[in-house]
C-alpha cells in the first residue's frame, strides 16, 4: 500500500519500486518424451496416467486381513499387484483411487472369495509372483486384465468371477516373469 506523502518515514520503511518481469516468448515441447499430440499414446506397457495413485498403496493395506491366499503366494506381492491395477482402473475414469477400485481388483483375481478356480489360483501365482519389487511384473498384470472388465462396478466383478470371466484374464499373455525364462 501506498504511503501519504505527509507522514514522516525512514528511507528504509518507504516503498520500492516493483521489478517488471518481460513476457514469456512462446513455447513448444521439446524435451525428450514430451506428447506432441492432444492425446495420449495407448497401448501395452504404455500405464494409465491419472491423479494421486499412490493412494491405492495405502488403501490396499485395508484388505491385508481379508485376503484369501493360496499355498506359495505373497501378500506384499498380492496388495502390490492390485494396487497398480486399482490405479489403472481409477486411472480409466479420470479420477483417484477409492476403495472400490481395489474391491473390484481384489475379486477379479479371486483374492477375496474361498474356493476359487485352481485355474485361477495357478494363473494369479504366475502373474503376481515378484510384483512387489519388479516394474515389468506390475505392466505386464496390468496389462492382462481388459479394460471393460475394470470398469465393472464391485457387484458385478464378482458376478463376472462366478459367471467364468477369469477365464479372461488366462487367455491373456503370459506374465513377463514367465517370458523371461
Do not use: K, N
Not at 104 to 113: I, M, P, S
Not at 137 to 145: A, E, F, H, P
Amino acid at each position: 500500500m501506498t504511503q501519504p506523502s505527509f507522514v514522516p518515514i525512514t528511507e528504509a520503511d518507504q516503498v520500492r519500486p516493483a521489478l517488471h518481469l518481460q513476457v514469456p516468448a512462446a513455447w513448444a515441447p521439446g524435451r525428450p518424451a514430451e506428447l506432441r499430440t492432444p492425446s495420449r499414446p495407448i497401448g501395452r506397457g504404455m500405464g494409465t496416467p491419472g491423479p494421486d495413485q499412490g493412494f491405492a498403496l495405502r488403501l490396499a493395506h485395508r484388505f491385508a486381513g481379508r485376503l484369501r491366499l493360496a499355498e506359495g503366494e505373497s501378500a506384499e506381492d498380492v496388495m502390490i499387484g492390485c494396487a497398480v491395477l486399482a490405479s489403472r482402473r481409477s486411472g480409466l475414469f479420470g479420477r483417484a483411487p477409492s476403495i472400490h477400485d481395489l474391491t473390484v481388483a481384489f475379486t477379479l483375481w479371486g483374492f477375496l472369495a474361498d474356493g476359487a478356480p485352481d485355474d485361477l489360483v495357478a494363473a494369479r501365482r504366475a502373474a503376481f509372483r515378484s510384483a512387489s519389487h519388479d516394474y515389468v511384473v506390475q505392466r505386464s498384470l496390468t496389462d492382462r486384465v481388459p479394460d471393460e472388465a475394470l470398469r465393472l462396478p464391485p457387484e458385478e466383478a464378482a458376478e463376472w468371477v462366478a459367471d467364468g470371466g477369469w477365464r479372461r484374464l488366462l487367455e491373456a499373455a503370459p506374465t513377463a516373469a514367465a517370458s523371461r525364462r
